[in-house]
């Protein structure tokens, strides 16, 4: 019913910036929170940034002053761009957003993107 799309990922080396993008589709009446999350090899899936329709933000502790995250609430887009990368940044990321559906507007759902690599290494 509801799909997302990742683009962006990449490699980079350390220093460097890239920008991801998810784009949600199908029958959506609204989304509250949209976000960020990446899971590295043999870790568990952690919260990289999360932003509201409103506009309010919130970020891990290690992401804090390089990662901005924003969206189009007019193209149910988030965006997250990533400065001043490092080698513990590498790890899939994955978008997440808490839809409400067309056909049923009283609940929540959540749906999860497949996943966009991002590689930080010289």
């Known amino acids: 019913q509801v799909q997302l799309q990742e683009s962006g990922g990449g490699l980079v080396q350390p220093g460097g910036s890239l920008r991801l993008s998810c784009a949600a589709s199908?029958?959506?009446?609204?989304?509250?929170?949209m976000g960020w999350y990446r899971q590295a090899p043999g870790n568990q899936r952690e919260l990289v940034a999360t932003?509201?329709?409103?506009?309010?933000?919130n970020y891990a502790d290690s992401v804090k002053g390089r990662f901005t995250i924003s969206r189009d609430n007019a193209k149910n887009t988030v965006y997250l761009q990533m400065n001043s990368l490092k080698s513990e940044d590498t790890a899939v990321y994955y978008c997440?957003?808490?839809?409400?559906?067309?056909?049923?507007?009283?609940?929540?759902?959540?749906?999860w993107g497949q996943g966009t690599q991002v590689t930080v290494s010289s």
């Open positions: 997440n957003a808490d839809v409400l559906l067309l056909h049923d507007p009283k609940y929540e759902y959540g749906y």
């Open positions: 199908g029958s959506i009446f609204s989304i509250n929170v």
């Open positions: 932003i509201t329709s409103g506009g309010n933000t």
